[in-house]
């Protein structure tokens, strides 16, 4: 898995409310660097969020990713948003992780995949395929842009989710997409 290493162009992000919370986007001269869903608290959400991207700081967002925010916003109150065309960069991202982020982007609202039947998109096969997409998801850097909850299983079971709130929070944005797992749909905080 080889690294390109160009040079990062500066970060800013970004904090904004939502449905779900306070969430956070980054973005750079080559697109959106980072999304970054609800933490216990905003100002761990602003810090982790500038970890990740390696922000210079909070500023007022562009015009383009103020749109973005809007859409986020949307999507997270329950309207069907699609952000396949959003120009994200994955600069940073080893080239096994960006061809799955690729692939994973044109699975579209309303759908899911699994984990085995994503790697073989991409022409792996096996358990440690499956295993080497999961770990791909636990680090994306865009969820919802990069539809990671999308991403179930096997068996269609729903699996887990490295965001805040883990699998309960995974179930809540698949049932913005109207899909249902088990007797009632979760709701988290604001929704």
């Known amino acids: 898995m080889s690294v390109q290493h160009e040079p990062q162009p500066e970060a800013h992000h970004h904090l904004f409310d939502t449905a779900l919370g306070v969430c956070g986007v980054a973005w750079n001269a080559r697109g959106l660097a980072g999304v970054q869903l609800p933490e216990k608290n905003s100002d761990l959400t602003g810090r982790r969020l500038a970890a990740k991207c390696r922000s210079a700081g909070p500023v007022a967002p562009p015009p383009h990713i103020a749109a973005l925010i809007a859409d986020i916003q949307n999507y997270l109150s329950g309207k069907r948003i699609d952000f396949s065309a959003i120009a994200v960069d994955l600069g940073g991202v080893d080239d096994f992780r960006r061809g799955i982020y690729l692939a994973l982007r044109g699975i579209g609202f309303g759908r899911t995949t699994t ?42 079971k729903l699996g887990g989710f490295s965001a805040h709130g883990g699998a309960t929070t995974k179930q809540t944005l698949l049932a913005l997409e109207g899909i249902h797992f088990g007797r009632g749909t979760p709701r988290l905080p604001g929704l």
């Open 115 to 156: 984990y085995g039947e994503l790697a073989r998109t991409i022409g792996l096969t096996g358990w440690d395929g499956a295993r080497d997409v999961g770990d791909a998801m636990g680090r994306n850097p865009m969820p919802v842009v990069i539809p990671c909850h999308r991403v179930l299983a096997a068996g269609g």
